[in-house]
């Protein structure tokens, strides 16, 4: 039934997350064995030039190859895992790869979005895996919430903030009061954007991301050419003021909601630049980073947060992908080998390294506060800041401060202490600031 | 290799959930025969009183039963689905149900927390699934998230908001300034506390919930019994208030970090009440809701919110995890019968249906608000809220509106008739409104 002899993965493409799966695969190699009761193996990688100096080390006992079939055909090979990107070369890598008995693991949304379908009947067909955790939103596991997660629900609408460059320029716009144009620069200089940057702010990855979660969500076939988009190079800085006037922040979205009766849905969706209420969760998505508000007819509102890019938290999200093909076994009810879970090495509460908030209530009188200070000073407590204010009528007045890093222990200490020596007229109050 | 038959429940318990459960089986029947391929149905149900008058409607077919054994022994049933909480009954039905070959759904947190560890081995040991989405954080896929999702992952901390009664009182407390007994009888009148309300508020309830989610984020048994648990009894009005003058809002949390070396990890874990800094998603959780931010070595900080409890969230987790047992068929690559996907029925842009912010600039001259005014009644577009400032030595002043609720085609409309009437000193910039 199942056997514990390794994954072995063609991979093509040695980009940015190609380089990330192979660091992740060393670093987290024993991990990853707990995690499946066997190994993962890059055997193969595919690249257009073998001979080119490359940062990123290749996997011990990989081969760099440039030609597809040592990829598709080699009968070793159980997983081709495609981070080539582009539609053309990557389509005919699956399409081969299934033939030849693949699973397939992808992070490819302009393929997925526009050929998905197609490539989904031949897998279901040939009984093969096709998994695409880290084509939309990066590290926020979307995918795998609404395939598997909230498979108990109809979906009533999702909204996601689906592309991170186009997120940074507007919250730059927004919370730095920059205009289009410079925010956009900044964004290239921080390398969040692309030399060509139409992809990202003309909306059309959105709506890549967007035409794969419709899928997902309602089992529906939403052709990416039907999807109305529109980017935000229209939205000015003036825009952005007015709107938040308004109570407002303006964020690019990809919004689906299904406006039909039960059983027959009916589908408004599109990408554009919208306003959210600034107390709302998905006004303050700052930065590079993604989120998604999915409603469903059970769970009402979810929201994830998270890496919508970048090398690691992508090749995380593959990588969870290749670790679920590689677990044959149904019943791994914990995510790991539960046969024997081994105990937890527990740090002592003494131990625990953090800031404090601490309130002691004492009497109004001089000298309290040096006496209080002398208490932390001397079991090595650092005071970063305090509030001591003087109520009047009130017998006992409290004070109040944020430490500077310290244990657990230092802390009961030094408030141990405050009250040995007669200074609290109330148990104190300590909290961990997270 | 798999058939069309039905998935047979055996249904432990007729409460909230359980009856939640019913509602969303009957409610989204269509929709789980197109996510799994089959039917789910319930066949008998576990109550301590069969003859009970009972709100919710018992489904159709299912047999009200006292017996344990007409659950856990019948050779008709797939599933036991355990919604009775407690530990002594509901672990003697697991173990039955497992001695008989029943995989199991539970949202037993105290038992799974408790004994968890022996009930996994022993559905390793026969080959059972024992699934449990519903242990924790109601709707949010915390369980999946960690076991499937962030598989990739080293899990370096964990942070969670897991007892929705506690952040409804920390909330009251912060944002409406009451005192901890006033919220918590508040808490009591709206049904979010339980009459002995100390599982809740003395952190019982949360750090049942930690105990599952270590496990799951660690591979590690982490005793129950040697959690750090504090609760929210002594947080104080004055606290609450002080917190805030340092920007933090105080939340009851559940924490574990793992402060060792790669490959051994130490864990430092707790439940007690923390400081979060108020910018922090976070302090932003509001009312009896749930969040956790994990943060892993490849994805960075996620970060999930939404309901914790509650008829249909909790229903849905339990209902994804039957759905789960119910597709035997691994290449369900998009959570649906994928051989031949729908055509989306898709809404037209024109009839989309939203509030509306929109911009135009117009001349400073007397008469141009009446006309643009004009243009948004001709299309019965109305107005809710304006913005119009004159700035000295501009040509075209900003004239800055939200509608009313309308449609995307009367917005359309209205902005091109102004524009039509030469109103308009630049295209108009329309936005929807979230």
């Known amino acids: 039934m199942q056997d514990n002899k390794p994954l072995v993965v063609g991979l093509a493409g040695f980009g940015t997350v190609g380089g990330g799966l192979c660091r992740l695969l060393r670093e987290n190699a024993d991990l990853v064995r707990r995690r499946c009761g066997r190994d993962i193996r890059i055997k193969t990688i595919l690249v257009r030039n073998a001979n080119k100096i490359r940062e990123v080390e290749t996997p011990a006992g990989a081969a760099l190859v440039e030609d597809a079939a040592k990829i598709y055909a080699d009968p070793e ?32 949304k302009a393929l997925l979005a526009e050929d998905g379908l197609g490539l989904f009947r031949k897998a279901r067909k040939l009984g093969r895996a096709l998994r695409y955790e880290a084509s939309v939103a990066g590290a926020i596991p979307i995918v795998e919430i609404l395939r598997e997660s909230m498979s108990g629900n109809r ?47 003309d909306g059309i990855d959105t709506a890549h991301k967007l035409t794969i979660l419709i899928r997902l969500a309602f089992g529906i076939d939403y052709p990416f050419s039907s999807l109305y988009v529109r980017g935000i190079r229209d939205v000015s800085a003036l825009d952005i003021r007015f709107a938040g006037e308004f109570g407002y922040n303006i964020k690019l979205i990809g919004q689906v909601r299904d406006v039909g009766e039960e059983g027959a849905p009916r589908l408004e969706a599109g990408v554009f630049p919208a306003l959210a209420p600034k107390p709302s969760l998905m006004a303050n998505v700052r930065g590079a980073v993604n989120a998604v508000r999915v409603d469903g007819n059970a769970s009402g509102p979810l929201f994830f947060n998270g890496a919508g890019a970048g090398a690691l938290p992508t090749a995380g999200s593959v990588l969870s992908d290749l670790i679920a093909i590689a677990r044959y076994d ?66 006992a007045v409290p004070l109040v401060f944020m430490t500077h890093e310290t244990t657990d222990l230092a802390m009961e200490n030094a408030l141990k202490m405050a009250a040995k020596k007669g200074l609290l007229r109330e148990p104190a109050m300590c909290m961990r600031v997270l």
Request: charged share 20%; net charge negative.
């Open 330 to 395: 149904r019943a791994c009810n914990t995510g790991y080998d539960d046969s024997g879970l081994k105990k937890a090495d527990i740090v002592p509460r003494a131990e625990w390294n953090a800031t404090y908030y601490a309130r002691v209530m004492v009497d109004d009188a001089p000298g309290v506060l040096r006496d209080i200070s002398g208490c932390m000073a001397a079991h090595g407590v650092s005071v970063a800041q305090m509030i001591q204010k003087t109520e009047t009528g009130q017998h």
């Open 77 to 108: 090979i159980d997983v081709v895992c495609e981070l080539m990107g582009g539609i053309k070369p990557a389509k005919d890598l699956i399409d081969k790869a299934l033939e030849h008995g693949k699973d397939i693991v992808s992070a490819n």
């Open 155 to 201: 979906i009533t609408s999702l909204i996601g903030i689906l592309n991170g460059t186009s997120n940074y320029i507007l919250w730059e716009m927004t919370a730095g009061g920059l205009d289009f144009a410079t925010a956009l620069q900044q964004a290239h200089d921080l390398g969040y954007a692309e030399a060509d940057p139409s992809l990202d702010i």
